[in-house]
């Protein structure tokens, strides 16, 4: 990615070296040039085109076509899934160290490629360059950590205990074997990671993979394809097919050759999803990341600056379309006010605009259902609550062809009004006084998700906060995000609750075994 010793990641990301954006800028220029391109599916190796296709266009300018996409049939579904089914034969016989090196070569190929990516991400989900390039190498780095979670356990290959038997002799071994057809279906907010977390997570266990990318992202995924067959992986393996939710997503929950699926997204699409893929003659795996309302609590004791910077990153970042997006802030009374005011000058100093600039931290919202939902929302927060900061769209001149919305801060919210409970998927964060830690727990919990948590105290305090939040990540004096930034082999990310469907978590010592399953081989040899 760049000859320096400086290791991107989400954490890492606020004060990268110069040649990132040099190189960034490099790319931006060669993509644009070449945008408009017809990218078809690709079914078991091949390019495949529809007679029917939909247009993929920048939020940040509604009159730029990205790209011409195709809208899949069921008869694409249907050959999809005999495709991958065909290879995974094949594929699952090879031995687990070749296929280890060729996910670690699709890898590398994502890093040769990772301006390309992260200017298609820019434009497509309106990410700034930092974050764009994050999600790019998150994505190797996902790939290569499961690569690593191969290694570390041996192909998860293990002898077991031999069994008393007098004259034989046991063999007892226990086998992780992969469960054959894997669909992902993939979110538009990290369209490149998680794809390539969940998609290289199964290849690497022995499955072969249908990758469904959201219809208003298919751009990075079909690069990330790529990535995998530049590198080797055979024909058919990997499938990527585009269309609408309703007519291919459903058509592959409810194929019976589906063994498994990793979703994320929202929470009613997963649990339909979830009930759906249920409806069979046996229990098939479900991985799901559904979604949150993370909240920040900030003790009296809290260092106020530290705790500023991190809630104004993970409030706004992405648009606030991240799920763990930093949705809800609770503060002990004693600092409540200096807080706010530390707040509302961050969020004022915010810059909105298209995202592909250098100076630009907030790009547009990912289309036009959200930037109307962001004007419902703040209707309805004008009457119910102060608004602190924000709470307009941007109209004029620039701004005119996209979906720009402020970052807005909200206080004196009825803790019973339903926008502390839903989660909005947008820059709009809820802040609440609260008289003590203990009360401010009690509403951190009282969501039905679990996905992240943040705190701001002293070292006791945190050890209290994290053995109380009822989260799947959780973070105490984090300048560097309230509740987002987790980086596989650093902090795995996953949810409870309705957060998450497994309680194992991307990016972690649990993960890579849910694209598996056990079995125990026993041979008996007779003494002579």
């Known amino acids: 990615m760049t000859e320096s010793t400086f290791k991107l990641t989400y954490a890492t990301m606020f004060n990268p070296p110069e ?14 040039a070449q945008l408009g391109k017809n990218y078809g599916m690709i079914i078991n190796g091949k390019e495949r085109y529809s007679a029917e296709v939909f247009e993929n266009r920048n939020p940040a300018n509604t009159d730029e076509v990205l790209g011409v996409f195709q809208k899949g049939t069921r008869q694409d579904v249907e050959d999809a899934v005999q495709s991958a089914k065909t290879a995974q034969i094949k594929w699952k016989r090879i ?132 990535c995998l067959l530049e590198a080797g992986v055979p024909e058919g393996v990997v499938n990527y097919i585009t269309g609408s939710g309703s007519e291919v997503g459903q058509t592959l929950v409810e194929h019976p050759f589906i063994d498994g699926i990793t979703f994320t997204g929202s929470y009613d699409v997963g649990m339909r999803i979830y009930r759906s893929f249920s409806q069979w003659i046996y229990i098939r795996p479900v991985i799901m990341e559904l979604g949150g309302k993370n909240a920040a609590i900030v003790s009296k004791n809290a260092d106020l600056e530290t705790a500023a910077i991190g809630i104004m990153r993970s409030a706004f970042g992405l648009q606030g379309q991240k799920c763990s997006a930093c949705s809800r802030v609770f503060i002990e009374e004693e600092v409540y006010d200096d807080l706010v005011n530390l707040l509302v000058t961050l969020a004022e100093k915010i810059t909105v605009g298209d995202p592909t600039r250098r100076e630009i931290y907030m790009g547009p919202v990912i289309n036009r259902n959200s930037y109307q939902d962001y004007q419902n929302y703040i209707d309805d927060l004008r009457k119910s609550g102060r608004i602190l900061t924000g709470a307009k769209v941007f109209t004029e001149g620039d701004y005119a062809k996209g979906f720009f919305c402020a970052p807005t801060f909200v206080a004196d919210l009825p803790l019973t009004h339903p926008l502390w409970q839903q989660e909005m998927f947008l820059p709009i964060t809820t802040i609440a006084k609260v008289d003590s830690l203990d009360q401010a727990m009690t509403y951190t919990n009282q969501v039905k998700y679990g996905l992240t948590g943040g705190f701001y105290g002293t070292e006791e305090e945190a050890a209290w906060f994290f053995d109380n939040i009822e989260a799947g990540v959780v973070y105490a004096n984090r300048p560097q995000g309230a509740t987002t930034g987790a980086w596989p082999g650093f902090q795995p990310f996953g949810g409870w609750k309705a957060s998450g469907a497994t309680g194992k978590q991307a990016g972690g010592l649990n993960y890579l075994q849910q694209y598996m399953r056990e079995q125990s081989r026993t041979l008996i040899r007779r003494i002579s």
Not at 140 to 153: F, G, I, V
Not at 157 to 180: C, E, F, Q, V, W
């Open 19 to 32: 040649e990132l954006h040099r190189q960034y800028e490099d790319a931006l220029k060669k993509v644009k």
């Open 95 to 226: 031995p687990w160290q070749e296929r280890v090196a060729i996910i670690r070569k699709a890898a590398d190929n994502i890093d040769k490629r990772i301006y390309e990516l992260a200017v298609a991400l820019s434009l497509e989900v309106g990410k700034n360059r930092m974050e764009a390039l994050g999600d790019a190498a998150e994505s190797a780095d996902l790939m290569r950590y499961a690569c690593d979670q191969m290694e570390a356990n041996d192909g998860f290959i293990h002898r077991m205990g031999k069994d008393p038997l007098a004259g034989y002799d046991a063999t007892n071994i226990s086998m992780m074997l992969p469960y054959g057809v894997w669909l992902v279906i993939s979110p538009f907010n990290f369209p490149c990671a998680l794809t390539g977390g969940p998609a290289g997570a199964a290849l690497v266990t022995g499955n072969s993979v249908i990758i469904k990318p959201a219809s208003d992202t298919p751009w990075a995924p079909r690069i990330y394809v790529e």
